[in-house]
């Protein structure tokens, strides 16, 4: 079953670091574009970032929102994706999703995880 | 805050048609492909629409995909109790490099 399971969310300070997990199994990793999503309790979706595939130089996007504090990785030995965020905000807070974004949907996000929820608490 | 501009709600009854609008500019809708995804409260989204009219494997005919301009639509026919969710439009931003989703709309079955 292709699937995505996150993990790492919790509950942090302002200022504070969290580093979150998107496991998958499935489908081998590598061979896909990987976003990362969130949603504010009561919010509407927010496009975190992408990170792109080896043939495309790990290349990332990053909204405007995080750029600079927020930095996605991969690991495709493991088949997992990673989202370290820094300099935590209250506005952080949300459920984080990883989704799988491939080619042959022209880049739609098709596979999603079930999310993992940050709060950002002072 | 959201560059794409979606109506707050939507309703219907069971067997009719649901047209919800997506409204964006030249940067995003008008020169990249409009996605449509479906949400239910406390669960992830599911991708319904890509390439602006394609449905993955799975998703009923009844949603289809338009795009004209700086526009687009998803249209629900044949009204379902189980459509009752919300959705959402994306594309990507040329401007701001990176992709963007619409506010949302709810759509209700009466």
Same mark, same amino acid.
């Given at each position: 079953?292709?699937?995505?399971?996150?993990?790492?969310?919790?509950?942090?300070?302002?200022?504070?670091?969290?580093?979150?997990?998107?496991?998958?199994?499935?489908?081998?990793?590598?061979?896909?574009?990987?976003?990362?999503?969130?949603? +504010?309790?009561?919010?509407?979706?927010?496009?975190?970032?992408?990170?792109?595939?080896?043939?495309?130089?790990?290349?990332?996007?990053?909204?405007?929102?995080?750029?600079?504090?927020?930095?996605?990785?991969?690991?495709?030995?493991?088949?997992?994706?990673?989202?370290?965020?820094?300099?935590?905000?209250?506005?952080?807070?949300?459920?984080?999703?990883?989704?799988?974004?491939?080619?042959?949907?022209?880049?739609?996000?098709?596979?999603?995880?079930?999310?993992?929820?940050?709060?950002?608490?002072? | 805050?959201?560059?794409?501009?979606?109506?707050?709600?939507?309703?219907?009854?069971?067997?009719?048609?649901?047209?919800?609008?997506?409204?964006?500019?030249?940067?995003?809708?008008?020169?990249?492909?409009?996605?449509?995804?479906?949400?239910?409260?406390?669960?992830?989204?599911?991708?319904?629409?890509?390439?602006?009219?394609?449905?993955?494997?799975?998703?009923?005919?009844?949603?289809?995909?338009?795009?004209?301009?700086?526009?687009?639509?998803?249209?629900?026919?044949?009204?379902?109790?189980?459509?009752? +969710?919300?959705?959402?439009?994306?594309?990507?931003?040329?401007?701001?490099?990176?992709?963007?989703?619409?506010?949302?709309?709810?759509?209700?079955?009466?």
């Amino acid at each position: 079953e292709v699937q995505l399971v996150e993990s790492g969310g919790g509950l942090v300070q302002p200022g504070g670091s969290l580093r979150l997990s998107c496991a998958a199994s499935g489908f081998t990793l590598s061979d896909f574009y990987m976003d990362w999503v969130r949603q +504010a309790p009561g919010k509407g979706l927010e496009w975190v970032g992408r990170l792109r595939r080896k043939p495309n130089s790990y290349t990332t996007d990053y909204a405007a929102s995080v750029k600079g504090r927020f930095t996605i990785s991969r690991d495709d030995s493991q088949n997992s994706l990673y989202l370290q965020m820094n300099s935590l905000k209250t506005e952080d807070t949300a459920v984080y999703y990883c989704a799988r974004t491939p080619e042959f949907y022209y880049y739609g996000m098709d596979v999603w995880g079930q999310g993992t929820t940050v709060t950002v608490f002072s | 805050q959201s560059v794409l501009t979606q109506p707050p709600s939507a309703s219907g009854t069971p067997g009719q048609s649901v047209t919800i609008s997506c409204s964006g500019s030249s940067s995003n809708i008008e020169s990249n492909y409009v996605y449509w995804y479906q949400q239910f409260p406390g669960t992830a989204p599911k991708l319904l629409i890509y390439r602006n009219n394609q449905r993955p494997s799975g998703v009923p005919d009844r949603f289809s995909g338009s795009k004209s301009g700086t526009s687009a639509s998803l249209a629900i026919s044949g009204l379902r109790s189980e459509d009752e +969710a919300d959705y959402y439009c994306a594309t990507w931003d040329d401007r701001l490099s990176g992709r963007v989703f619409g506010t949302g709309t709810k759509v209700t079955v009466l």
